[in-house]
């Protein structure tokens, strides 16, 4: 497996890696300068040009894809009632003029309740049950005027419908009765029906939509087991049994025209007719369409509605039908929902909602003309739902817009890009909205601040119930939170990826909120203060002009030890404050001085006063009475001239940031809302500033035996448009691992795992590395260097003498009772005796092979006094016990050897290899077999019976090949190099009177400089560490302890 390259997901509060700590040298202005205070430079220079268009781009806010909605309740003779969208009650709209208006006092009307016209001539309405009295009384109201009268509903009585400006009630069951009743005032007029045969009942759907008009009404009853109908004249109240309308089915539906009594089966695709004047007559037939609804009959026409030739998410079609015969033809493209069902009219007329497309919906009137044929009339038409922008932001690339439709809140989120011209990517709204409990920016005002930065969202306050909430909305994926707020009211002051800062109204304090836990962790008076990532700065009361920072922490519920502190310059207190990677913009309100403080130069400048936002090198500001938009450049660490970079005339409101205008302080664009609600998104002609790491969270290191990853998680000033991670040794400099990712926003944090290993898989060497991070951004080919920092891989490829994990070499000593203490490399070049931990037989010799088995732990070959050779398996620790190590026999015999001893690697295959000297002087190659045992064995020298020592001691040259000294009778010292073929170069002699010494070990790095080093004890007992060059030689003999000659043996 190869190394990692970037995590697909980011956890804010995810718990630390084990052993992970901050270890980051980050290019850029730390907050860790000694306190400077710099006068207040001269004032800003008069203003330039404005940039050039054509770094700018226009989005035009969505107009809704589906149209306005529009209920049509009842129609009247000369209007009708309907309810729309975005309307609050119910309205009146006149079918001659359209002209609209609300009913007065005619708010709500309960669930359930019908709305009939009375008819006669008029536009009185009759609405049941009363919504003041309840089913015992009908309401008639005037919706000219909005007055209502209540009449009463005779006991037993239902109202059922309206007809020639009476009211029909009736009495369902087997004791059935219809009265018409009057509806003038203090009437008691009850006229009941007559004509019923006596053994009928009167159903409740007794009278049916458009089955009523001033001439009549169709009454349904039943009557033998059958349903049948009527025709009821209102002038006499009596009922007239039609019977060729006589059925099986309960669900017959029935209509009238001027002329014609219709009736048709749902499911059967015909319709019946004949003359209303002679219901005796001649039954007619229609064939309908076997997709058709029947909504209307108007004059000589059926109207069924239809599926939609084309774009059926707008509603079906109307089509018209003649009754004498004759093609079908469509009335209207698309209706809406409301309008598949037959709408009550006063006359031989009714109302559809509905038109092509959204460009021209509308209600229309369809009529009859003297002739029979249609007419169809927009009467009122209902134009798209627009929408409003009532507040944006600029977040690294994304525009951030607060639509508002018909008084419902959204965010929606679109790409303008990194580089330097914005572009206008899709609009995509986020699913969880916005409540509508959301805090207006001032009192009577639509407009919604919110604010951007924290990485649960997008900071707004929302009030319910008396109580004010924080709440935050980053995307359809991530849960929103809601904090609540000690106080009530107010607004966000400044946000960061933990931490938002909540101005509070009631009582006047500032909160420190961290989303993600759900706590407010510090209240203090209301104060200016700003936001970036970890570091809160705030204004000094006492001391005017004084700015301190500190680091935050989740819990950091008191002021923590300032971390800065600048000083204006100027005398005032500032009210308000904006803070990035190097800027601090400070402001002491309008009208009063205001300026910018170069955190890396450590100098302040003035700029000009008003309303401002802090941008990347730059500030704009609102000037209300030019109604512009103004910026002042500062990147090179110094003002230029204003300029203007747009028109924006003044809102009205005490403060239009983020409503009407913003700025993206971490990828330079600006935006501001025209009086067309069309949004401006500018570039803002400013160069990029190099990224920065604003924060970091990177572990400390890998273990690639385990699968223990190494990961850093890194949060920039600005996005990226790619990246690039190298993991080197930090001694000698050799890359182990490139990890790479492309495009980061910077929202999250840019996120990488190493597994510990190198490209191909092969594990590196314990010990120190160096990470550096460099990226590309703004289109710029040169990479930037962002940061760097150090990293440890443990128990990775066993180095020279290394028992455990760190890279430090080890050091076994045996006494002379076979007692073996165990002693550790420090990082001050020495070793520290970790004490006594096991026993062996003192007849055993030692020997110190490397990792024998491919586990990657260092193992020991212990021969005994029988010559048998056992390998046994070290854990991680400078500890081998016979007792508890395992171990595997090797062979035996091995009693003919008077030197056993490990070069390092002879044969180049990275496995640690066994010189042997016989008797005889002869010296034999053991190579490892990669399964923790040798090959045969290789004869590679004689007559070496010369020398009273043979050492391997590792890669001294930095070959990769494991060398050996040896000592010959006189005390010289000599070199020999492995040539990777698994034997030794020429001899080389490095010095004389070493007989002086009764041990030489080949203790690898113990210096940790990258070159193997040599230890060696005198007869006295003294130890001494001499530092290896790299080249093959030793210098500068430096003593390390006294009293070792308590050792047998040193391995």
């Known amino acids: 497996m190869g190394p990692f390259t970037h995590a697909p997901a980011e956890f804010p509060y995810r718990r630390r890696l084990r052993g992970a700590r901050l270890v980051v040298r980050a290019l850029t202005a730390g907050l860790a300068f000694a306190a400077v205070a710099a006068p207040l430079a001269a004032s800003a220079p008069t203003a330039q040009a404005a940039a050039p268009a054509s770094q700018e781009?226009?989005?035009?806010?969505?107009?809704?894809?589906?149209?306005?909605?529009?209920?049509?309740?009842?129609?009247?003779?000369?209007?009708?009632?309907?309810?729309?969208?975005?309307?609050?009650?119910?309205?009146?709209?006149?079918?001659?003029?359209?002209?609209?208006?609300?009913?007065?006092?005619?708010?709500?009307?309960?669930?359930?309740?019908?709305?009939?016209?009375?008819?006669?001539?008029?536009?009185?309405?009759?609405?049941?049950?009363?919504?003041?009295?309840?089913?015992?009384?009908?309401?008639?109201?005037?919706?000219?005027?909005?007055?209502?009268?209540?009449?009463?509903?005779?006991?037993?009585?239902?109202?059922?419908?309206?007809?020639?400006?009476?009211?029909?009630?009736?009495?369902?069951?087997?004791?059935?009765?219809?009265?018409?009743?009057?509806?003038?005032?203090?009437?008691?007029?009850?006229?009941?029906?007559?004509?019923?045969?006596?053994?009928?009942?009167?159903?409740?759907?007794?009278?049916?939509?458009?089955?009523?008009?001033?001439?009549?009404?169709?009454?349904?009853?039943?009557?033998?087991?059958?349903?049948?109908?009527?025709?009821?004249?209102?002038?006499?109240?009596?009922?007239?049994?039609?019977?060729?309308?006589?059925?099986?089915?309960?669900?017959?539906?029935?209509?009238?025209?001027?002329?014609?009594?219709?009736?048709?089966?749902?499911?059967?695709?015909?319709?019946?007719?004949?003359?209303?004047?002679?219901?005796?007559?001649?039954?007619?037939?229609?064939?309908?369409?076997?997709?058709?609804?029947?909504?209307?009959?108007?004059?000589?026409?059926?109207?069924?509605?239809?599926?939609?030739?084309?774009?059926?998410?707008?509603?079906?079609?109307?089509?018209?039908?003649?009754?004498?015969?004759?093609?079908?033809?469509?009335?209207?493209?698309?209706?809406?929902?409301?309008?598949?069902?037959?709408?009550?009219?006063?006359?031989?007329?009714?109302?559809?909602?509905?038109?092509?497309?959204?460009?021209?919906?509308?209600?229309?009137?369809?009529?009859?003309?003297?002739?029979?044929?249609?007419?169809?009339?927009?009467?009122?038409?209902?134009?798209?739902?627009?929408?409003?922008?009532?507040?944006?932001?600029?977040?690294?690339?994304?525009?951030?817009?607060?639509?508002?439709?018909?008084?419902?809140?959204?965010?929606?989120?679109?790409?303008?890009?990194?580089?330097?011209?914005?572009?206008?990517?899709?609009?995509?709204?986020?699913?969880?909205?916005?409540?509508?409990?959301?805090?207006?920016?001032?009192?009577?005002?639509?407009?919604?601040?919110?604010?951007?930065?924290?990485?649960?969202?997008?900071?707004?306050?929302?009030?319910?119930?008396?109580?004010?909430?924080?709440?935050?909305?980053?995307?359809?994926?991530?849960?929103?939170?809601?904090?609540?707020?000690?106080?009530?009211?107010?607004?966000?002051?400044?946000?960061?990826?933990?931490?938002?800062?909540?101005?509070?109204?009631?009582?006047?304090?500032?909160?420190?909120?961290?989303?993600?836990?759900?706590?407010?962790?510090?209240?203090?008076?209301?104060?200016?203060?700003?936001?970036?990532?970890?570091?809160?700065?705030?204004?000094?009361?006492?001391?005017?002009?004084?700015?301190?920072?500190?680091?935050?922490?989740?819990?950091?519920?008191?002021?923590?030890?300032?971390?800065?502190?600048?000083?204006?310059?100027?005398?005032?207190?500032?009210?308000?404050?904006?803070?990035?990677?190097?800027?601090?913009?400070?402001?002491?309100?309008?009208?009063?001085?205001?300026?910018?403080?170069?955190?890396?130069?450590?100098?302040?400048?003035?700029?000009?006063?008003?309303?401002?936002?802090?941008?990347?090198?730059?500030?704009?500001?609102?000037?209300?009475?030019?109604?512009?938009?103004?910026?002042?450049?500062?990147?090179?660490?110094?003002?230029?001239?204003?300029?203007?970079?747009?028109?924006?005339?003044?809102?009205?409101?005490?403060?239009?940031?983020?409503?009407?205008?913003?700025?993206?302080?971490?990828s330079g664009h600006i935006a501001y809302v025209d009086d067309e609600n069309r949004v401006h998104v500018l570039a803002d002609g400013v160069p990029d500033s190099a990224p920065v790491i604003a924060l970091a969270d990177v572990s400390d290191v890998a273990e690639p035996r385990v699968s223990w990853y190494w990961s850093a998680y890194f949060y920039l000033s600005r996005p990226l448009d790619s990246w690039e991670l190298t993991i080197s040794h930090k001694i000698t400099g050799r890359k182990v691992a490139t990890l790479t990712g492309m495009a980061e926003r910077g929202g999250n944090a840019l996120t990488t795992f190493w597994n510990g290993r190198e490209p191909n898989t092969v594990v590196p060497e314990s010990g120190a590395y160096t990470w550096r991070l460099t990226a590309k951004y703004s289109g710029g080919t040169v990479p930037a260097q962002l940061g760097s920092g150090v990293l440890r891989v443990d128990c990775g490829r066993v180095p020279t003498h290394v028992y455990d994990c760190d890279a430090r070499p080890d050091l076994l000593a045996v006494r002379s009772d076979g007692k073996l203490y165990s002693y550790e490399g420090q990082s001050n070049r020495t070793l520290r005796n970790a004490g006594f931990t096991a026993i062996w037989p003192t007849s055993s010799l030692l020997v110190p092979i490397g990792d024998l088995n491919g586990d990657l732990q260092a193992d020991l070959l212990v021969r005994d006094s029988k010559g048998a050779l056992r390998a046994y398996w070290g854990f991680g620790q400078v500890y081998f016990a016979k007792s508890t190590n395992k171990s595997t026999l090797i062979g035996t015999g091995w009693e003919r050897y008077n030197v056993l001893t490990s070069p390092g690697d002879l044969t180049g295959d990275g496995r640690p290899d066994l010189v042997a000297r016989d008797k005889s002087g002869v010296l034999w190659m053991y190579a490892a077999d990669g399964k923790g045992k040798f090959k045969g064995r290789v004869k590679i020298a004689s007559g070496q019976g010369g020398y009273t020592m043979m050492v391997g001691v590792g890669d001294i040259n930095g070959d990769g090949q494991g060398d050996m000294l040896g000592r010959d009778k006189s005390g010289y010292l000599w070199r020999w190099y492995g040539n990777g073929k698994g034997t030794f170069g020429g001899r080389v002699r490095l010095a004389a009177g070493w007989n002086s010494y009764n041990a030489v070990i080949g203790i690898g790095d113990l210096t940790q400089d990258g070159k193997a080093d040599l230890l060696s004890r005198d007869t006295k007992g003294n130890l001494y560490r001499w530092t290896g060059t790299g080249k093959g030689t030793f210098i500068s003999r430096v003593k390390l302890a006294t009293g070792w000659n308590v050792y047998k043996s040193l391995v």
């Open 57 to 666: 781009i226009v989005i035009t806010t969505p107009v809704r894809a589906t149209p306005r909605a529009d209920k049509p309740l009842a129609g009247g003779t000369t209007g009708f009632l309907h309810q729309q969208e975005g309307l609050d009650g119910y309205t009146w709209t006149d079918y001659a003029s359209g002209a609209s208006k609300q009913v007065p006092g005619l708010r709500t009307l309960p669930s359930g309740t019908f709305v009939r016209p009375v008819g006669a001539g008029g536009d009185l309405l009759v609405l049941y049950p009363s919504p003041a009295l309840g089913e015992g009384a009908y309401t008639v109201l005037d919706p000219h005027t909005g007055a209502l009268r209540e009449m009463p509903v005779p006991a037993g009585y239902v109202v059922r419908g309206t007809v020639a400006g009476k009211v029909m009630a009736l009495r369902t069951g087997l004791d059935a009765g219809g009265l018409l009743l009057g509806i003038d005032p203090g009437s008691t007029q009850s006229s009941a029906f007559t004509g019923l045969p006596t053994d009928s009942m009167l159903l409740s759907l007794a009278v049916q939509p458009h089955a009523a008009d001033d001439r009549g009404a169709l009454i349904s009853y039943k009557q033998a087991g059958q349903y049948r109908f009527g025709l009821l004249d209102p002038a006499t109240a009596a009922v007239t049994p039609i019977p060729a309308m006589t059925s099986s089915r309960a669900d017959l539906r029935v209509m009238l025209t001027a002329d014609r009594v219709l009736w048709w089966a749902p499911g059967v695709p015909t319709l019946h007719w004949m003359p209303r004047a002679d219901v005796s007559a001649q039954v007619r037939d229609l064939a309908l369409p076997s997709d058709s609804n029947p909504v209307a009959a108007i004059g000589d026409t059926f109207l069924v509605v239809r599926a939609a030739v084309s774009d059926t998410t707008l509603g079906p079609r109307v089509t018209a039908l003649p009754l004498d015969g004759g093609e079908p033809s469509t009335v209207l493209d698309h209706i809406a929902s409301v309008s598949t069902l037959a709408l009550f009219a006063a006359d031989d007329s009714t109302v559809f909602v509905g038109g092509s497309g959204v460009g021209d919906w509308a209600a229309h009137r369809v009529t009859a003309g003297s002739d029979g044929a249609l007419s169809v009339k927009a009467v009122l038409p209902l134009p798209s739902v627009g929408t409003d922008v009532r507040g944006l932001n600029l977040y690294r690339g994304t525009l951030n817009r607060v639509d508002e439709i018909l008084g419902k809140l959204s965010l929606y989120q679109q790409d303008v890009g990194i580089a330097a011209v914005p572009i206008a990517g899709t609009a995509k709204p986020l699913s969880a909205g916005m409540p509508a409990s959301t805090v207006r920016c001032a009192a009577g005002e639509d407009c919604v601040r919110v604010v951007e930065g924290n990485s649960y969202g997008h900071a707004f306050l929302s009030e319910a119930d008396g109580k004010t909430y924080l709440e935050t909305r980053v995307d359809s994926y991530t849960s929103h939170t809601q904090t609540q707020l000690p106080g009530s009211g107010g607004q966000v002051l400044d946000a960061s990826r933990d931490y938002v800062v909540v101005d509070g109204a009631s009582p006047k304090t500032q909160y420190l909120v961290v989303p993600g836990t759900g706590k407010v962790i510090r209240s203090r008076p209301v104060q200016a203060a700003a936001l970036w990532y970890s570091t809160l700065w705030s204004t000094s009361t006492s001391a005017p002009g004084t700015l301190t920072a500190e680091t935050l922490t989740l819990s950091a519920s008191s002021p923590g030890k300032p971390i800065r502190t600048v000083t204006t310059g100027a005398a005032c207190v500032p009210t308000e404050l904006q803070a990035s990677a190097r800027w601090l913009y400070w402001s002491c309100g309008d009208g009063e001085q205001a300026g910018v403080y170069d955190l890396t130069n450590n100098r302040g400048f003035a700029v000009p006063s008003g309303q401002a936002m802090l941008g990347d090198g730059y500030v704009v500001r609102h000037d209300r009475t030019a109604g512009e938009l103004k910026l002042t450049d500062f990147h090179t660490g110094a003002p230029a001239a204003e300029r203007t970079v747009g028109d924006l005339p003044g809102s009205g409101l005490p403060d239009d940031r983020r409503i009407t205008w913003t700025v993206d302080k971490y």
